[in-house]
Each structure stands twice: as structure tokens, then as C-alpha cells.
């Protein structure tokens, strides 16, 4: 029996140490006094609000906060932003914050952590406000997984009642806010209210670190689930005058599968109860004073579209040759140009420099995989880009009309992408501008040696004996 004693005591000891070397280290000096959050979920991408008032309660300052996200939450995380606020109601202002995932050791149960810069370090007894907003992509799964023609979406949602922290929270709450009143069930953590199309959560008060109780909603979302599997945005400069901006696009429809047999007529006589789920059209935002603008896929150009422009923005809005249920995929190209002088600069120094969006130009899309293809013009030297967010970058070389050397393309990766991400980013480089007579001067002399090659035939005598004439 002392034996087994023995060793059970062991096991307990060993089982402690592991949970201590496991867990990240984040200040037992600050706790968080009120917290409130707010989901989003009219759109299949997941907005989440969340207001914090930070207390230091030691004796240190503290310049840094942990935000914590289970591993599901960290995989689908697609845009993490903080900001310190000051003032109250209308007079409310806002100070961004620099937010970087940490390379701290994972916390139970594979907790993963995003570490927020404060401005100034926050003193003994002093608070904070900060305001954070995250979105999660591909966080909403369809149930049932495949629905008719005539039958609404319904969707699943899985969260935690209580904020995951690694601070205590004194007092906090959850709201959740669906597309529609109609929801078939969730999970209640006392005390839990609905009214109408929000559920909330709470309050809770004096929760531990990591508190956690595991929620599901199942509600109705018939929002267009479009979802970008593959976006190539080629941006080609020019320096005659003009930018070419080329997009090839995958689309698929990520929400329930559609089952059964597609009714055209009934779709077109019963929109209100048929195909509530898909979508026919979709718009896309492009920059002010487009021209030359196209759309057609791989049969050819498509005529159901139609573009609005103005001093401010231009919208597209364009309509597949069919409307798209779930599973459905699309295959299509959108091109335009756009004025030389509206996103072409020159620094002081010389160097010029390309300012454009970043992101996906259709409004409430998830673009799975985002390649953007800055290619410049031939001659440039010294390519380098400024991006406000994490990319993969690569260069590559491209040969087009006229090119001798080809072109330097700047290529920029990134995956799950949203519309938060449609940021400007800056592409440097040096160009001479005697560059720019290399094509005309390569004209002009493939034109005189023609020339001069007509001539000398004309004048060339290739007769083998003269003809004498009497």
C-alpha cells in the first residue's frame, strides 16, 4: 500500500508540473473589471466585438495584454484588430494598437494567444479601455448539410457563454445577434434571455482564468455564402498613361449542399420561398473613373452586368449565366483599366511608387487564397512592397510585347482574406525614364531596316546576263 502511495503521489506531482510548464505566463497583475462581447453573425463571416476595462492591480506597470482564443478560433482567425479608447459617448476617442500573435507556450487545452502593444505602460491601480475586434472565417457549419430547392438554410454556431481569458473577469456578458428571429435551438448557460434576434449570456461575475462553457446555436442564415477559393489580381503599370487590372476568380457557394433537381420556373415565379439560400448576383467595389471594364468567363463575355461610376467609387454588379446554390462553383474574369496619375506617385528621392487595394473587390466574400501581381514596367530596379499585415512575398519575371529583359512582378500571397483586409499597400521602385524609348526606338528600327531593305531589292540587279538592246 505505501508503494502505491507512493507512486500515485508521484503521478500527481508529475501531472502538476506538466500543467505549469505548459501554461503561458501572462500578468497575474492585471485583471479585466468589466468585459462585454458581441457576436455578429448576419454575414457567414463572424464579427466579434469585444470591450475590456484592464486594471493593473500590482505593483509593476504593465505594457502588454493577452488575448486568448481556443485552437478552432485561432485556425479561423482571420483579421485581429485592438484600440485604446478615451473619452466618453460622443467624444469618444480611438488610439489603434499593435497586435501580434505570441510564441508563448500553449495554454490548456492548446490555447493560443495574440499579445496587445498598450501605448504606455499601464502604472499600479491605473485602467484601460480597449476595444477589439476579430473575424473568423468558415465558422459556421450547415445543418442539415443538404437542403432542397424550397428549404431555408439553417446553420450551427459553436462558442463558450464565458470570454476566454487568462485574467480573472469580474463581471462580464455575451450577446449574440442573428440574420433572423427564427432559431431552432441553443445551449443555455443560466442566466441566459432572448428577445427577438439577440441571445445573451450572462452576467457573469468573478470568473477565474480560462473559464469556459461550450454553447451551440442553430439558427436560420440564408445570407450568400461566397466564398473565393482561388482571386489572381494581376496589376500591370504602364507608363503611357494607364494601369490594366486583370482578376480571375474561383467562386464556390460554401453553404448547404443543394439536393435534388434545379426548377428554373420556380425559381424565377416563387423568389420569395425558392432559393432563398443562393445568390445571382454579386457587386463588386472598383476604384473612381474605371474604364474599359469587361466580365465573361470561359464561354465568353457576359452581358448582365451593370456599372455605376462616380468621383468617389465605381460598383460592378454582375450576374452569373446561373444562379448559384450550395456547392455550386463559378469560374470568371473581371477586368479594368484605371488613370496612370490616380495611383502612380514619385517620392522626393526619385522613386516611384504604385498605392492600391489590397484585397478582394466583392463585398462580403471570404477569398480562400489571394495572389496579387504587381508588374512593372521593364527596366525597373530595386522592387520592394509595403503591406500593412503579414504576406508572402516572391519575385518573378514576365515577357509581354516588345520586352527584351521582361518584366520584374512583384507577387504577394496571402490566405483568408476578408474586407477588412481592402488596405492600401505600396509597391517601390526605381525606373529611368529612358527606358521608356527603348519600344518606340525598337519600332523605329525594325521600320527603317525594313525599309531600307525594300530599297535595296528594288535596286539590286539579279539577272544572270544583261539584255541587249537593238
Known amino acids: 500500500m505505501g508503494a502505491m502511495a507512493i507512486l500515485r503521489l508521484a503521478l500527481i506531482f508529475t501531472s502538476i ?86 510564441d508563448l507556450a500553449d495554454g490548456p487545452n492548446g490555447t493560443k494567444y495574440y499579445l496587445i502593444h498598450l501605448l504606455k505602460p499601464l502604472g499600479k491601480g491605473e485602467a484601460i479601455s480597449l476595444e477589439v475586434l476579430y473575424m473568423l472565417t468558415h465558422s459556421l457549419e450547415p445543418f442539415p448539410a443538404e437542403i432542397s430547392q424550397s428549404e431555408s438554410q439553417l446553420v450551427y454556431y459553436r462558442d463558450s457563454a464565458k470570454i476566454l481569458s487568462p485574467y480573472s473577469i469580474k463581471q462580464q456578458a455575451t450577446f449574440i445577434k442573428t440574420p433572423t428571429s427564427r432559431v431552432e435551438s441553443f445551449t443555455r448557460v443560466v442566466p441566459t434571455d432572448r428577445a427577438n434576434t439577440e441571445l445573451r449570456y450572462g452576467p457573469y461575475e468573478e470568473q477565474p482564468p480560462y473559464s469556459y462553457s461550450p454553447v451551440i446555436v442553430h439558427f436560420e442564415n440564408n445570407n450568400a455564402f461566397a466564398v473565393v477559393e482561388e482571386l489572381v489580381r494581376e496589376i500591370e503599370i504602364s507608363h503611357w498613361g494607364s494601369i490594366q487590372v486583370t482578376e480571375h476568380y474561383k467562386l464556390v457557394h460554401a453553404g448547404a449542399r443543394h439536393k435534388g433537381v434545379f426548377s ?6 416563387k423568389p ?60 470568371f474574369v473581371i477586368g479594368y483599366g484605371v488613370p496612370l496619375e490616380d495611383f502612380l506617385f514619385e517620392a522626393a528621392d526619385g522613386t516611384r511608387y504604385l498605392n492600391y ?87 523605329t528600327s525594325v521600320f527603317f531596316l525594313f525599309f531600307m531593305a525594300c530599297v535595296t531589292y528594288l535596286h539590286l540587279d539579279l539577272s544572270i546576263s544583261k539584255i541587249k538592246q537593238t
Open 264 to 269: 428554373r420556373v420556380e425559381y424565377q415565379s
Open 17 to 102: 508540473s506538466l500543467l505549469a510548464g505548459s501554461s503561458p505566463s501572462p500578468s497575474p497583475e492585471l485583471q479585466i473589471v468589466t468585459a462585454e462581447r458581441r457576436i455578429d453573425l448576419n454575414s457567414h463571416i463572424v464579427k466579434v466585438f469585444l470591450t475590456l476595462k484592464v486594471e493593473n492591480i500590482g505593483e509593476s506597470p504593465a505594457s502588454e495584454v493577452l488575448l486568448a482564443f481556443s485552437p478552432t478560433e485561432a485556425d479561423r482567425l482571420a483579421v485581429v484588430k485592438a484600440a485604446t479608447v478615451a473619452g466618453k459617448k460622443k467624444k469618444k476617442s480611438y488610439f489603434p494598437l499593435d497586435v501580434k500573435p505570441t
Open 272 to 331: 420569395s420561398h425558392s432559393g432563398v439560400s443562393s445568390f445571382k448576383h454579386l457587386l463588386a467595389e472598383l476604384p473612381p473613373r474605371v474604364h474599359s471594364v469587361y466580365y465573361r468567363d470561359n464561354i465568353g463575355n457576359i452581358s448582365s452586368s451593370r456599372l455605376r461610376t462616380n468621383f468617389k467609387k465605381s460598383e460592378l454588379l454582375i450576374e452569373p449565366r446561373y444562379p448559384l446554390f450550395g456547392g455550386w462553383k463559378s469560374t
Open 357 to 443: 487595394s489590397f484585397g478582394c473587390p466583392l463585398a462580403e466574400t471570404v477569398v480562400e487564397k489571394l495572389t496579387v501581381k504587381v508588374v512593372l514596367p521593364e527596366g525597373s530596379k530595386n522592387p520592394s512592397a509595403v503591406v500593412p499585415f503579414p504576406v508572402e512575398q516572391r519575385a518573378e519575371r514576365k515577357y509581354s510585347y516588345l520586352d527584351v529583359v521582361g518584366r520584374t512582378v512583384v507577387v504577394l500571397e496571402k490566405a483568408n482574406v476578408v474586407p477588412e483586409h481592402n488596405s492600401p499597400f505600396q509597391v517601390y521602385y526605381q525606373f529611368s525614364p529612358v527606358y521608356m524609348l527603348a519600344e518606340p526606338l525598337m519600332l
